[in-house]
C-alpha cells in the first residue's frame, strides 16, 4: 500500500506499541497515516490484517497501511513523526537526512542521551531548522489509548502556531492535546517520571504499598523539577500533564513498562532478566546514568535517580536502595528550587 500525497498523510517512523496507538489516533482525527517499520511481520500484520502484535487485541481503522521502506514512509506524506525508542533515533533516522523539506516533524520519543535531549539529537540528524520539530510528551499509556480511553498530552514548540498544528491533526474525540512552549520541561518531565517508575515499580515488587509509592512520587516529582529548573525550564510544566500528569500515569500502571521492569527488580530479577521479561522498552533503565551525569554537571542532586542507577548498573539490590534512601539526612518538606536539597 501507499500513502496518498495529501495534505492529512502523515509518515510514522517507528511502529511499536506507541507508534501504532498514535497512527490510530491520527487516523480517528481524520488522516491517512504510512508506518514505517524495519519488522517484515509487522508490515504483514497491519497491511494484511489491520493487526500489529504490539497492540494485541486491537483492530487498526483501514486508514492505516505500512512500509518497511523508510523513503516510501516519508515521500508523500505533509507530516513526520518519530516514534522510535531512543537508542534508535539516530540509525533510524540518518537516512533521511536534509530530505525533510520544510515538512513538520513531531517526537514521540522519550529520552536523554549523551547530554542531549531527543529534540536535539533528532533536529540534528534529520537537518531540521529552528521550532520544525515539536514534542509530544504526557500521561499516554499506548494500550489505554488504543481501547479510545479518554487521555490528554502536551504538544510544546516555542513558536506555539507549529504545536497548534499538530494539536489540530491528532485532537479527536478521546484524545485532547494542550499546548506548550516549554520543550526542556516537556523533554525532562517525559525522561525522569521513567526513572522514578522504576524505583516505585522496585517497591511494589517488594510488596511495599502505597505510603511507599506516594513517598516516591512526590520526591520524584521535587527531582524532576529542580533538574528542569537548572535547565532553564518552567516550573508550571512540573505541575502540569507532561509533569506530575505522566509521573503518576507511569508509576501507578502495570501497563507501563518502566514500573513493570522495576517491580521485576523488586520481586528479585536481575536486570538482564527484568530486561528480557520486559515487552517493550523501559527507557528508564536506558536513560537513567545519563540523567544523574546530566544532573551532576549541574550540581543537582537527585538522589531517587542516583539509588535507580545502582540498582540499574551497580549491582545493588532493590533492598538496598530502600534502605539508602531512608537512611538520607533530614530535609525539608515541599519542592525545594534549590539544586541540592
Ligand atoms: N508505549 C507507550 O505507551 C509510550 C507512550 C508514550 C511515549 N512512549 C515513548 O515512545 C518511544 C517508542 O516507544 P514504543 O512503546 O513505541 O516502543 P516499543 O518497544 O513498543 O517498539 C519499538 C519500535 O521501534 C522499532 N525500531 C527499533 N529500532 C528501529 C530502527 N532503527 N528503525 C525503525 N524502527 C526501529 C521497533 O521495530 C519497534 O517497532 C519511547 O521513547 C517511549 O518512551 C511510549
Ligand atoms: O510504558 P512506559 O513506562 O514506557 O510509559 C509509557 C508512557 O510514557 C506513559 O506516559
Redesign the pocket.
Known amino acids: 500500500m501507499t500513502s496518498q500525497n495529501n495534505s492529512r498523510t502523515v509518515g510514522i517512523?517507528?511502529?511499536?506499541?506507541?507508534?501504532t496507538v498514535f497512527a490510530q489516533v491520527l487516523a480517528d482525527a481524520g488522516s491517512q497515516v504510512i508506518l514505517?517499520?524495519?519488522?517484515p511481520d509487522?508490515v504483514d500484520s497491519i497491511n494484511g490484517y489491520h493487526t500489529s502484535r504490539?497492540v494485541p487485541a486491537v483492530t487498526l481503522p483501514a486508514q492505516i497501511s505500512a512500509t518497511g521502506n523508510l523513503q516510501e514512509c516519508v515521500e508523500g506524506a505533509k507530516r513526520i513523526v518519530v516514534?522510535?525508542?531512543?537508542h534508535?533515533v539516530e540509525?533510524?533516522l540518518s537516512p533521511l537526512f536534509g530530505q525533510i523539506g520544510d515538512r513538520e516533524v513531531l517526537s514521540?520519543?522519550?529520552?536523554v542521551r549523551g547530554g542531549e535531549f531527543m529534540s536535539t539529537i533528532i533536529s540534528r540528524t534529520l537537518g531540521l531548522a529552528e521550532h520544525q520539530l515539536s514534542v509530544l510528551s504526557g500521561p499516554?499509556?499506548?494500550i489505554e489509548i488504543a481501547a479510545r480511553q479518554p487521555a490528554n498530552t502536551v504538544i510544546a514548540n516555542p513558536d506555539l502556531e507549529r504545536a497548534k498544528g499538530w494539536a489540530d491533526v491528532c485532537a479527536n474525540a478521546y484524545f485532547r492535546p494542550y499546548l506548550s512552549t516549554d520543550v526542556r520541561g516537556c523533554e525532562i518531565g517525559g525522561i525522569v517520571k521513567n526513572v522514578i517508575a522504576l524505583a516505585v515499580g522496585a517497591s511494589a515488587g517488594m510488596g511495599l504499598g502505597t505510603n511507599t509509592r506516594s513517598a516516591l512520587i512526590t520526591r520524584g516529582l521535587a527531582e524532576m523539577t529542580r533538574l528542569g529548573m537548572a535547565m532553564g525550564a518552567q516550573q508550571e510544566t512540573f505541575l502540569g500533564l507532561a509533569g506530575i500528569g505522566d509521573l503518576v500515569t507511569t508509576c501507578s500502571s502495570e501497563l507501563s513498562r518502566n514500573f513493570t521492569f522495576g517491580s521485576n527488580l523488586g520481586k528479585g530479577l536481575s536486570v538482564s532478566q527484568a530486561k528480557v521479561a520486559s515487552k517493550?522498552?523501559a527507557?528508564g533503565a536506558q536513560c537513567c546514568q545519563d540523567v544523574l551525569d546530566l544532573a551532576n554537571s549541574l550540581g543537582v542532586e537527585m538522589p531517587i535517580t542516583e539509588a535507580v542507577v545502582d540498582v540499574i548498573h551497580h549491582g545493588h539490590s532493590a533492598r538496598q536502595m530502600g534502605e539508602r534512601l531512608l537512611g538520607r539526612p533530614r530535609k525539608m518538606d515541599g519542592v525545594s528550587l534549590q539544586i541540592v536539597d
Do not use: D, H
Not at 13 to 19: K, P, S
Not at 36 to 39: A, L, S
Not at 108 to 111: A, F, H, M, R, T
Open positions: 517512523i517507528g511502529a511499536g506499541a506507541w507508534g514505517f517499520t524495519p519488522e509487522v504490539y516514534a522510535v525508542p531512543s534508535a540509525s533510524a514521540l520519543v522519550k529520552g499516554n499509556l499506548a517493550g522498552v527507557e
